[in-house]
């Protein structure tokens, strides 16, 4: 502060001299940057620079601070203060940061974003040292309608989000929402439509994600599924339709979001591609592209994560009731074992480890140690648990609330 206004009264007292100093071209030229700066912003000059950008690749805090002529008894003194607080080995390429740098080089403030909800915040006190905190970053949620349509031209969920002029990742969280009833890769057709109530979350005006699904509408074939967000008193938020029935199921339908094509089926004997010899196919192959993520089809403990013979990388999760699935040929495993590991939680990645032809994805299910068909399994497992009985009172008024919101035009018609 006291070194903005001793800026400020200079530009004053420059400009004051400034009509003599017509006269006197000998101590015109210092003069004029000033006096340009002033003619073309009536404001007052900045007294510092605050440079923002992300994060390059290869360079440290340090060596960043460096690059934006930051005096080296700042740098030091801000990267040790950002240490007490956050790892800056762990600060990622790519990542928005801000220095508020004044114009002799230190620096006033220092902001660092280590992903969308949190940030480290740096701020220089009187004695040239540093103060730093990790806070959350202050975010405006608004309840938004999003619509979409399966065309020809849009044949696929993510592409008909898309063309909503919105991001894939709610067209994730859709698919899981209704990932019990609806398989998005091979049962959409054109025509299909759905409607969905999200919650949109900005900074200072810009979007900045999506929060919960609340109300969600899919219209597949002319039959209407629904799903409405509710939480009951003790547990966590779930999506029921219209009776209050679970819409989530024992397993998933697969194990990868988007089911994908069945290549290979579930056989008590077949010829195998590689042994050449008959035997049982004791799963069902997904072909799916490498690196696509796997994930548990049901709660669990991860029993197995490690080498197999043929299976080349595999995980194995025990789950209730005796079931235990198992996932085969990854190319990168994400879970322990002794991990507990709930429904949907990433486990590997899709690779062709083991014995595999190419990548793909084996997956296994076995109930009280003998192998079963999954597809079978899956479909015959019965549904979660429903709004319990003495909440459904307050289910219905909430679902009544939602339902009204996917309406065509409730939202704008309300803001
Ligand atoms: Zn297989």
């Not at 762990?90 to 220095?99: C, F, K």
């Not at 660092?112 to 103060?131: H, K, M, P, T």
């Not at 008909?160 to 859709?174: F, H, K, N, P």
């Not at 548990?296 to 080349?312: D, H, K, P």
Request: aromatic fraction near 6%; include cysteine.
């Amino acid at each position: 502060m006291v070194y903005r206004n001793l800026v400020a009264g200079l530009v004053i007292a420059l400009a004051l001299t400034g009509v003599a100093a017509c006269g006197q071209p000998a101590e015109q030229e210092p003069i004029a940057p000033v006096l340009e700066a002033r003619s073309a912003d009536i404001q007052l000059p900045a007294d510092s620079i605050v440079i923002s950008g992300n994060l390059p690749q290869g360079r440290t805090l340090g060596a960043l601070l460096t690059d934006h002529d930051v005096l080296s008894t700042d740098r030091l003194a801000l990267v040790s203060a950002v240490q007490e607080v956050f790892d800056v080995r762990r600060m990622r390429v790519g990542q928005p940061y801000a220095v508020d740098r004044l114009l002799d080089g230190h620096v006033r403030r220092f902001e660092y974003e280590i992903d969308g909800d949190r940030r480290v915040l740096v701020q220089a006190d009187d004695a040239n040292s540093f103060l730093a905190s990790i806070e959350s970053i202050p975010k405006e949620i608004t309840v938004d309608a999003v619509e979409g349509q399966i065309s020809r031209e849009t044949p696929s969920l993510t592409q008909a989000l898309d063309a909503a002029g919105e991001r894939i990742d709610l067209a994730l969280q859709m698919a899981d929402i209704f990932s019990g009833e609806l398989d998005f890769s091979s049962e959409l057709q054109p025509g299909d439509e759905f409607r969905l109530v999200v919650e949109r979350q900005t900074r200072e005006g810009a979007f900045a994600g999506y929060g919960a699904i609340l109300a969600a509408e899919f219209v597949a074939s002319g039959r209407p599924l629904r799903a409405y967000r509710y939480t009951p008193d003790a547990g966590k938020p779930g999506y029921y339709d219209e009776q209050g029935r679970s819409l989530k199921r024992f397993f998933l339908k697969s194990p990868l979001k988007f089911e994908p094509r069945i290549t290979s089926r579930f056989a008590s004997s077949r010829r195998h591609p590689i042994l050449g010899y008959t035997r049982a196919h004791n799963g069902v192959d997904y072909s799916a592209p490498p690196g696509a993520p796997v994930a548990t089809v049901a709660s669990g403990t991860v029993t197995l994560a490690g080498w197999t013979n043929g299976g080349g990388r595999t995980v194995r999760v025990r789950h209730n009731n005796g079931y235990q699935s198992e996932y085969l040929h990854l190319s990168a495993i994400a879970v322990r074992a002794g991990q507990h590991v709930s429904q949907g939680d990433l486990i590997g990645k899709v690779g062709s480890t083991g014995l595999a032809t190419g990548p793909h994805l084996h997956y296994g299910l076995r109930r009280d140690g003998r192998y079963v068909n999954p597809v079978v399994e899956h479909r015959n497992m019965p549904p979660g648990e429903p709004v319990p009985y003495a909440e459904l009172a307050t289910f219905v008024l909430e679902r009544t609330r939602l339902l009204e919101l996917l309406q065509p035009g409730a939202i704008r018609a309300a803001n």
